[in-house]
C-alpha cells in the first residue's frame, strides 16, 4: 500500500503549529513525573490565545487546499 503525501502528519494543526508553541511553554522547566507533564499540558492547553488556534486551523486549511489540488502528490512548493 502506497502512503499518500496527503496522509502526512503535515496536515495536523496541532503538530505543525500548536505543539511548537505547547512544547516551548510546557519544558520551560524540568518536568518532574507524568502527573506533571499531564497538569503543565493541560494548563498550557487552557492559556492558549483562541487567536493562535483560529490561526493554527486557517494554516491548515491553506495546507490541505494544497493536498487536494495536488491530488496527494508533493504540495510543500506550493504553500
Request: charged content about 35%.
Amino acid at each position: 500500500m502506497r502512503l499518500n503525501v496527503c496522509d502526512s502528519p503535515d496536515l495536523n494543526a496541532v503538530d505543525y503549529r500548536i505543539w511548537s508553541i505547547m512544547e516551548e511553554r510546557v519544558y520551560r522547566t524540568k518536568i518532574r513525573d507524568a502527573k506533571d507533564l499531564k497538569h503543565r499540558i493541560q494548563h498550557e492547553w487552557n492559556q492558549l490565545n483562541q487567536r493562535t488556534i483560529d490561526e493554527a486551523v486557517n494554516e491548515w486549511r491553506l495546507r490541505l487546499r494544497a493536498c487536494v489540488k495536488a491530488v496527494g502528490s508533493h504540495f510543500y512548493h506550493k504553500l
